[in-house]
Structure formats: C-alpha cells, structure tokens
C-alpha cells in the first residue's frame, strides 16, 4: 500500500504538459568534464537553457551496472567519486540535489517488464553528475538514477525504456550517459584533444547515419555491425544508455547530434537529442 500512497502522491503532483519533454544521450567522458569549461559541458549548459525546465531528471548511467533493475529512492542521493587518479578538486565536488521517492515508486510501476528495486543506497555516480550539473547547477531539481540490468541484451533495454514514455509527458528529463564508441584499452593519450583511429571513425559515423535515419534495428543488434562494432563496444555498459534514448523515441520526432567529437583514438563524445 505504501507504494500505491507514492504513486499517486507523485501523479498529482505532477500532471500531464501539452508537450512531450526531449530525450538525450549523452556522450560522458571524462569526470574532468564535470568540473572543467570545456567545449562539452558549455553545450550540456546551453541545451539545458534550450529545453523545457525539467520537473526531475532521470539519469541511465553507464556506471550503474547491475543484476536487474534498480532506482534510487532516496531523499537526496550522495555524490559517488567512482574514479582514480584524478585531481583532489574533483573527489571534493558534492552535487546536493534531492531524489524523489515518489517518482522512483511511479517509475518502478511504469516497468511492468522488470521488478525493479528500490535502492537507498547508490547515489548519483559521474555518468549523472558530472552532466546534470553543468546544467542544473543550483541542484534544485529531483535527480534520480535508474540502472542497467547488466544480464539483459540491448532489445531489452530498448524495449524497456519505452515502458517510461509517460514520464516525458509529465517534464521528466530521461538522460542516457555513456559514450557510443569507447574502448579505454586502446586509448592513445597523445590524441585526448581530439582524434579517432580509423575504425572508431567509421562506427561514429555509422552510429550516426543509422540514428539519424531512424534505423534502430542494427543498433539494437550492434554485434551484426562486424569486427569494427565489437572494437567500439568491448563491453556493452557505455552503449547500452543509447538504447534507451532511442527507445524512447515517437514516431516523426526530430533527431540532432550535438557534441560530435572523436578523442584518444577509441573514444567518442557524440551525442543525441530527440525532440
């Protein structure tokens, strides 16, 4: 009962708009980008003036990689350092911004495919932080985080992110974080100011022709895409946010790339806005 009590306390709370609010992907990087002005988080700056002003936010991080499915449901959700070796000014950095119980009960009942959890231990890790704030930086808009179910194939984020499409009509932001093409093992230190190897290029592009042709299907089925995909996606995390960007995508919605940027070699900041 007390999930029901939540449910509707959010509902009321937040009623339908007569728009639908936009979808992003986010091209991460670097936690640096959380704290550094730099071409990547002046244009999370500028796109957060652009949009509707969000009644929460919704992060799928990278970095919250799971065994099912899981949302914070905590007050305020602690700034997690998942990192090493960086700057002490980094690990000093406190992101206050509230959760919301209400609405990780709401979404938790919208994802009829997935008994999700709800966590009061997790936080917001730099795939949230490190954007969100750069764009909301007086932290007074409800951020949560939902994970990724790391036994599950892309189909099934895919589909499962399209089970939230009615948060978007009610202002929720819902950010994908990862990066399309990343593959550290090969990163070339030398190229951080820009520049990818020959293969990273060719699946950026791919990735971007397939997106912005509304062509999900071997987006979905990455692995089809030949020995130059499983270099850009060793491991599927920081590819998996992108499903659900997709996946929440309406028919005829407008699609635009922003931060298009190729960086030591095996990484890419390209990223995506729908609507």
């Keep these: 009962m007390t999930g029901l009590s939540s449910f509707k306390s959010f509902s009321s709370a937040l009623p339908l708009r007569d728009y639908t609010m936009p979808v992003l992907f986010v091209g991460h990087g670097s936690p640096m980008n959380g704290i550094e002005d730099n071409e990547f988080s002046a244009t999370w700056t500028a796109i957060a003036k652009d949009i509707p002003q969000p009644a929460a936010v919704l992060v799928v991080s990278a970095h919250w990689f799971t065994k099912g499915t899981h949302i914070t449901a905590m007050d305020f959700p602690q700034t997690i350092h998942d990192f090493g070796g960086f700057p002490q000014e980094l690990f000093e950095v406190v992101y206050p911004a509230p959760g919301s119980a209400d609405l990780a009960a709401e979404t938790a009942g919208l994802l009829t495919s ?162």
């Design 114 to 275: 997935a008994n999700v959890g709800l966590d009061h231990d997790w936080g917001l890790d730099h795939g949230a932080w490190t954007v969100v704030r750069h764009m909301y930086p007086d932290a007074s808009i409800p951020v949560l985080q939902l994970s990724i179910d790391y036994t599950k194939d892309a189909r099934y984020h895919y589909d499962l992110a399209g089970e939230l499409s009615l948060l978007r009509r009610k202002g929720v932001l819902i950010l994908g974080s990862g990066n399309m093409v990343h593959n550290l093992r090969m990163v070339d230190w030398r190229m951080m100011d820009g520049g990818g190897y020959d293969w990273a290029l060719q699946m950026n592009d791919q990735f971007k022709s397939l997106i912005l042709n509304n062509e999900h299907r071997p987006l979905i089925d990455f692995q089809s895409l030949g020995k130059e995909a499983m270099l850009a996606i060793p491991t599927p995390e920081h590819y998996l946010p992108l499903m659900y960007t997709l996946g929440l995508k309406n028919d005829n919605e407008p699609v635009s790339l922003f931060n298009d940027k190729a960086l030591g070699g095996s990484l890419t900041m390209t990223s995506v806005k729908v609507g």
